[in-house]
Protein backbone atom coordinates (compact mmCIF):
# COMPACT_ATOMS: atom_id res chain seq x y z
CA UNK A 1 0.00 0.00 0.00
CA UNK A 2 1.60 3.10 -1.03
CA UNK A 3 1.97 5.99 1.29
CA UNK A 4 -1.37 8.43 1.57
CA UNK A 5 -1.24 11.70 2.98
CA UNK A 6 -3.77 13.19 4.91
CA UNK A 7 -7.05 15.05 3.83
CA UNK A 8 -7.19 18.62 3.70
CA UNK A 9 -8.55 19.79 6.61
CA UNK A 10 -11.28 21.89 4.97
CA UNK A 11 -14.37 20.65 7.05
CA UNK A 12 -16.62 20.36 3.79
CA UNK A 13 -14.27 18.62 2.36
CA UNK A 14 -13.58 16.15 5.30
CA UNK A 15 -16.76 15.89 6.02
CA UNK A 16 -17.42 13.87 2.74
CA UNK A 17 -14.29 12.20 3.19
CA UNK A 18 -15.48 10.61 6.05
CA UNK A 19 -19.23 10.29 5.58
CA UNK A 20 -19.65 7.03 4.49
CA UNK A 21 -23.05 7.04 3.81
CA UNK A 22 -22.59 10.36 1.61
CA UNK A 23 -19.93 7.44 0.05
CA UNK A 24 -22.34 4.70 -0.71
CA UNK A 25 -25.77 5.43 -2.33
CA UNK A 26 -27.24 1.95 -1.30
CA UNK A 27 -26.28 2.52 2.00
CA UNK A 28 -29.57 1.98 3.77
CA UNK A 29 -30.72 -0.78 1.70
CA UNK A 30 -27.17 -2.54 1.91
CA UNK A 31 -27.91 -2.53 6.01
CA UNK A 32 -30.86 -3.98 5.74
CA UNK A 33 -29.75 -7.13 3.65
CA UNK A 34 -27.18 -7.35 6.93
CA UNK A 35 -30.21 -7.68 9.39
CA UNK A 36 -32.25 -10.17 7.45
CA UNK A 37 -29.42 -12.23 6.76
CA UNK A 38 -28.56 -11.93 10.29
CA UNK A 39 -31.92 -12.81 11.11
CA UNK A 40 -32.13 -15.79 9.60
CA UNK A 41 -28.91 -16.82 10.78
CA UNK A 42 -29.90 -16.52 14.53
CA UNK A 43 -32.71 -18.82 13.68
CA UNK A 44 -31.07 -21.62 12.79
CA UNK A 45 -27.73 -21.02 15.26
CA UNK A 46 -27.03 -22.38 18.24
CA UNK A 47 -27.36 -18.98 20.06
CA UNK A 48 -27.35 -17.30 23.49
CA UNK A 49 -28.56 -14.16 22.97
CA UNK A 50 -28.76 -10.59 24.83
CA UNK A 51 -26.10 -12.07 27.87
CA UNK A 52 -25.40 -9.34 29.83
CA UNK A 53 -22.34 -8.61 30.32
CA UNK A 54 -22.34 -5.07 32.39
CA UNK A 55 -25.06 -3.36 34.30
CA UNK A 56 -26.02 -1.06 31.13
CA UNK A 57 -29.45 -2.06 29.16
CA UNK A 58 -26.86 -1.90 26.58
CA UNK A 59 -24.12 -3.91 27.39
CA UNK A 60 -25.47 -6.92 26.08
CA UNK A 61 -23.80 -9.81 23.72
CA UNK A 62 -25.10 -12.40 21.55
CA UNK A 63 -23.04 -15.93 22.04
CA UNK A 64 -23.13 -18.24 19.09
CA UNK A 65 -22.04 -21.69 19.64
CA UNK A 66 -20.19 -24.21 17.72
CA UNK A 67 -21.60 -27.70 17.49
CA UNK A 68 -18.73 -29.25 19.37
CA UNK A 69 -16.62 -27.96 22.52
CA UNK A 70 -15.44 -24.30 21.07
CA UNK A 71 -11.41 -24.63 20.06
CA UNK A 72 -11.30 -20.60 20.66
CA UNK A 73 -13.22 -17.11 20.98
CA UNK A 74 -13.73 -14.50 18.59
CA UNK A 75 -15.01 -11.12 19.70
CA UNK A 76 -16.86 -9.16 17.22
CA UNK A 77 -17.02 -5.18 17.66
CA UNK A 78 -19.59 -3.59 15.29
CA UNK A 79 -19.25 -0.23 13.23
CA UNK A 80 -22.15 2.97 13.36
CA UNK A 81 -20.02 5.76 13.91
CA UNK A 82 -20.36 4.97 18.24
CA UNK A 83 -24.02 6.06 17.82
CA UNK A 84 -26.34 4.00 15.37
CA UNK A 85 -26.98 0.23 14.12
CA UNK A 86 -27.29 -3.30 16.84
CA UNK A 87 -25.30 -6.50 17.37
CA UNK A 88 -28.46 -8.06 16.00
CA UNK A 89 -27.39 -6.35 12.45
CA UNK A 90 -24.44 -8.42 12.26
CA UNK A 91 -25.29 -11.64 13.74
CA UNK A 92 -24.28 -13.83 10.62
CA UNK A 93 -20.57 -12.55 10.91
CA UNK A 94 -20.77 -15.61 13.15
CA UNK A 95 -21.93 -18.58 10.61
CA UNK A 96 -18.56 -19.31 9.12
CA UNK A 97 -16.55 -18.95 11.96
CA UNK A 98 -18.33 -21.21 14.37
CA UNK A 99 -18.57 -24.31 11.73
CA UNK A 100 -14.62 -23.94 12.48
CA UNK A 101 -15.03 -24.33 15.95
CA UNK A 102 -15.14 -20.89 16.80
CA UNK A 103 -17.07 -19.42 19.98
CA UNK A 104 -18.23 -16.15 18.45
CA UNK A 105 -19.71 -13.07 20.62
CA UNK A 106 -21.00 -10.08 19.14
CA UNK A 107 -21.05 -7.32 21.38
CA UNK A 108 -23.44 -4.24 21.59
CA UNK A 109 -22.48 -1.28 23.47
CA UNK A 110 -24.00 2.36 24.65
CA UNK A 111 -24.16 5.07 21.94
CA UNK A 112 -23.28 8.50 21.88
CA UNK A 113 -24.37 11.40 23.13
CA UNK A 114 -25.99 9.43 25.86
CA UNK A 115 -23.03 7.48 26.17
CA UNK A 116 -19.62 8.87 26.32
CA UNK A 117 -17.05 7.88 23.97
CA UNK A 118 -14.63 7.20 26.92
CA UNK A 119 -17.39 4.91 28.84
CA UNK A 120 -18.36 3.09 25.58
CA UNK A 121 -14.37 1.80 25.16
CA UNK A 122 -14.46 1.10 29.26
CA UNK A 123 -18.06 -1.00 28.31
CA UNK A 124 -16.20 -2.84 25.07
CA UNK A 125 -13.20 -3.78 27.86
CA UNK A 126 -16.11 -5.14 29.79
CA UNK A 127 -17.42 -7.35 27.10
CA UNK A 128 -13.97 -9.20 26.63
CA UNK A 129 -13.31 -9.43 30.29
CA UNK A 130 -17.06 -10.97 30.83
CA UNK A 131 -15.60 -13.43 27.74
CA UNK A 132 -12.72 -14.18 29.89
CA UNK A 133 -13.98 -14.58 32.68
CA UNK A 134 -16.63 -16.97 31.84
CA UNK A 135 -14.61 -18.92 29.08
CA UNK A 136 -13.80 -22.08 31.18
CA UNK A 137 -18.11 -22.42 31.98
CA UNK A 138 -18.29 -21.91 28.57
CA UNK A 139 -15.93 -25.05 27.03
CA UNK A 140 -13.39 -22.98 25.99
CA UNK A 141 -9.61 -24.48 27.09
CA UNK A 142 -7.66 -21.67 25.31
CA UNK A 143 -8.70 -17.73 27.11
CA UNK A 144 -7.39 -16.12 24.74
CA UNK A 145 -9.62 -13.68 22.66
CA UNK A 146 -9.25 -13.03 19.11
CA UNK A 147 -10.73 -9.40 18.28
CA UNK A 148 -12.43 -8.61 14.70
CA UNK A 149 -13.68 -5.27 14.08
CA UNK A 150 -15.42 -3.32 11.57
CA UNK A 151 -14.97 0.38 11.04
CA UNK A 152 -15.87 2.31 14.38
CA UNK A 153 -15.68 -1.37 15.73
CA UNK A 154 -11.94 -1.38 14.38
CA UNK A 155 -11.27 1.70 17.25
CA UNK A 156 -12.83 0.27 19.46
CA UNK A 157 -10.81 -3.40 18.94
CA UNK A 158 -7.41 -1.08 18.76
CA UNK A 159 -8.30 0.38 22.30
CA UNK A 160 -8.49 -3.34 23.94
CA UNK A 161 -5.06 -4.24 21.77
CA UNK A 162 -3.39 -0.73 23.93
CA UNK A 163 -5.60 -1.92 27.12
CA UNK A 164 -3.00 -2.84 30.14
CA UNK A 165 -5.14 -6.32 31.29
CA UNK A 166 -3.13 -6.82 33.82
CA UNK A 167 -3.29 -3.34 35.32
CA UNK A 168 -6.84 -4.03 35.51
CA UNK A 169 -7.01 -6.64 37.89
CA UNK A 170 -5.43 -9.54 39.24
CA UNK A 171 -7.13 -12.20 37.52
CA UNK A 172 -6.67 -10.33 33.48
CA UNK A 173 -3.33 -11.52 31.84
CA UNK A 174 -1.29 -9.49 29.77
CA UNK A 175 -2.60 -11.58 26.99
CA UNK A 176 -6.16 -11.43 27.33
CA UNK A 177 -6.38 -10.56 23.67
CA UNK A 178 -4.44 -12.64 21.37
CA UNK A 179 -4.11 -10.93 18.22
CA UNK A 180 -6.77 -8.90 16.00
CA UNK A 181 -8.31 -8.25 12.48
CA UNK A 182 -9.43 -4.97 11.75
CA UNK A 183 -11.32 -3.47 8.56
CA UNK A 184 -11.96 -0.06 7.90
CA UNK A 185 -11.33 1.40 11.03
CA UNK A 186 -10.80 4.99 12.79
CA UNK A 187 -7.57 4.97 14.75
CA UNK A 188 -6.40 9.05 15.06
CA UNK A 189 -9.46 10.26 16.09
CA UNK A 190 -8.20 13.94 16.49
CA UNK A 191 -9.65 14.38 12.71
CA UNK A 192 -12.74 14.56 14.04
CA UNK A 193 -13.27 16.94 15.87
CA UNK A 194 -13.89 19.56 13.52
CA UNK A 195 -16.78 17.41 11.92
CA UNK A 196 -19.97 18.83 12.92
CA UNK A 197 -22.09 15.88 11.47
CA UNK A 198 -20.01 13.53 13.92
CA UNK A 199 -18.80 15.73 16.44
CA UNK A 200 -22.39 16.90 17.44
CA UNK A 201 -23.19 13.47 18.90
CA UNK A 202 -19.74 12.18 20.22
CA UNK A 203 -18.45 15.40 21.42
CA UNK A 204 -15.02 15.20 21.41
CA UNK A 205 -12.33 17.76 22.37
CA UNK A 206 -9.17 17.62 21.02
CA UNK A 207 -7.61 16.31 24.39
CA UNK A 208 -10.17 13.53 24.31
CA UNK A 209 -9.58 12.51 21.22
CA UNK A 210 -5.84 12.41 21.58
CA UNK A 211 -6.84 10.17 24.92
CA UNK A 212 -9.14 7.99 22.89
CA UNK A 213 -6.95 7.71 19.62
CA UNK A 214 -5.35 3.85 19.59
CA UNK A 215 -2.83 4.88 16.82
CA UNK A 216 -1.17 7.51 19.60
CA UNK A 217 -1.03 4.42 22.76
CA UNK A 218 0.87 1.58 23.11
CA UNK A 219 -0.04 -1.41 22.53
CA UNK A 220 0.22 -3.70 25.69
CA UNK A 221 2.19 -6.54 23.64
CA UNK A 222 3.05 -7.68 20.19
CA UNK A 223 0.21 -9.35 19.74
CA UNK A 224 -0.28 -9.74 16.02
CA UNK A 225 -2.47 -6.43 14.35
CA UNK A 226 -3.85 -6.87 10.81
CA UNK A 227 -5.46 -3.76 9.00
CA UNK A 228 -7.47 -4.12 6.02
CA UNK A 229 -8.83 -1.22 4.08
CA UNK A 230 -11.02 -0.93 0.71
CA UNK A 231 -9.63 0.30 -2.27
CA UNK A 232 -12.58 2.66 -2.86
CA UNK A 233 -12.84 3.90 0.80
CA UNK A 234 -11.94 7.52 0.72
CA UNK A 235 -8.61 8.97 1.21
CA UNK A 236 -9.80 9.56 5.04
CA UNK A 237 -10.04 6.04 5.43
CA UNK A 238 -7.38 5.02 3.86
CA UNK A 239 -5.52 7.01 5.64
CA UNK A 240 -6.30 5.99 9.05
CA UNK A 241 -5.30 2.54 8.35
CA UNK A 242 -2.03 3.41 6.42
CA UNK A 243 -1.18 5.51 9.79
CA UNK A 244 -1.91 2.88 12.44
CA UNK A 245 0.43 0.64 10.68
CA UNK A 246 3.16 3.34 10.82
CA UNK A 247 2.29 4.07 14.84
CA UNK A 248 1.77 0.14 15.49
CA UNK A 249 5.21 -1.12 13.43
CA UNK A 250 5.92 -3.99 16.19
CA UNK A 251 2.25 -4.90 15.90
CA UNK A 252 0.78 -4.28 12.44
CA UNK A 253 1.99 -7.86 10.55
CA UNK A 254 0.43 -5.93 7.14
CA UNK A 255 -1.81 -3.71 5.95
CA UNK A 256 -4.19 -5.35 3.33
CA UNK A 257 -5.91 -2.96 0.62
CA UNK A 258 -8.93 -5.05 -0.42
CA UNK A 259 -9.12 -4.34 -4.16
CA UNK A 260 -12.64 -2.78 -5.31
CA UNK A 261 -14.64 -2.78 -2.18
CA UNK A 262 -16.14 -0.14 -0.05
CA UNK A 263 -16.62 0.72 3.13
CA UNK A 264 -19.37 -1.77 3.70
CA UNK A 265 -18.40 -4.57 1.45
CA UNK A 266 -15.10 -4.57 3.64
CA UNK A 267 -17.56 -6.22 6.50
CA UNK A 268 -18.49 -8.89 3.97
CA UNK A 269 -14.95 -9.96 2.84
CA UNK A 270 -14.46 -10.75 6.47
CA UNK A 271 -17.53 -13.06 6.59
CA UNK A 272 -17.01 -14.96 3.29
CA UNK A 273 -15.33 -17.67 3.53
CA UNK A 274 -11.99 -18.35 1.78
CA UNK A 275 -11.52 -14.35 1.46
CA UNK A 276 -8.29 -13.21 2.58
CA UNK A 277 -9.67 -11.74 5.71
CA UNK A 278 -11.47 -14.86 6.94
CA UNK A 279 -7.99 -16.90 6.45
CA UNK A 280 -6.60 -13.70 8.47
CA UNK A 281 -9.24 -14.30 11.50
CA UNK A 282 -8.84 -18.09 11.25
CA UNK A 283 -5.10 -17.79 11.40
CA UNK A 284 -5.07 -15.53 14.45
CA UNK A 285 -7.65 -17.75 16.22
CA UNK A 286 -5.77 -20.66 15.79
CA UNK A 287 -8.72 -22.71 13.45
CA UNK A 288 -6.95 -23.17 10.86
CA UNK A 289 -4.12 -24.50 13.50
CA UNK A 290 -1.26 -21.67 12.32
CA UNK A 291 -1.58 -20.13 15.74
CA UNK A 292 0.06 -16.52 14.92
CA UNK A 293 -0.92 -15.52 18.17
CA UNK A 294 1.19 -18.14 19.89
CA UNK A 295 4.26 -16.70 18.39
CA UNK A 296 3.86 -13.11 18.58
Known amino acids: MSSIKAPAAENRAL ?28 VRSRARLDIP ?3 SPAETLDLFMPDDHPIAAVLFIRGGFWRSLDKSVFSSFAEHYVSRGAMVAVVNYGHSPAVRLKNIVEQVRG ?29 LGAMLVATDWSARAPDL ?3 LVGGAVFTSGLYDLRPL ?24 LK ?8 AAVGQLESVAF ?18 IEL ?29 DGSDMASRS
Not at 17 to 30: H, V
Not at 244 to 255: K, S
Not at 273 to 287: A, M, N
Open 15 to 42: EQEYSTRAQIPDFEAIIEEWATKAATFR
Open 219 to 226: PANKIPVF
Open 259 to 287: EGLNHLATYDEMCRPGSELYQLVLGVSGL
Open 193 to 216: VDLEFINKDIGLEIETATALSPAL
Open 127 to 155: SAEWLFRHAKELGLARRSITIAAHSAGSH
Open 238 to 255: RWQTEFLGRQWPDNVRDI
Open 173 to 175: PFN
Open 53 to 55: YGD
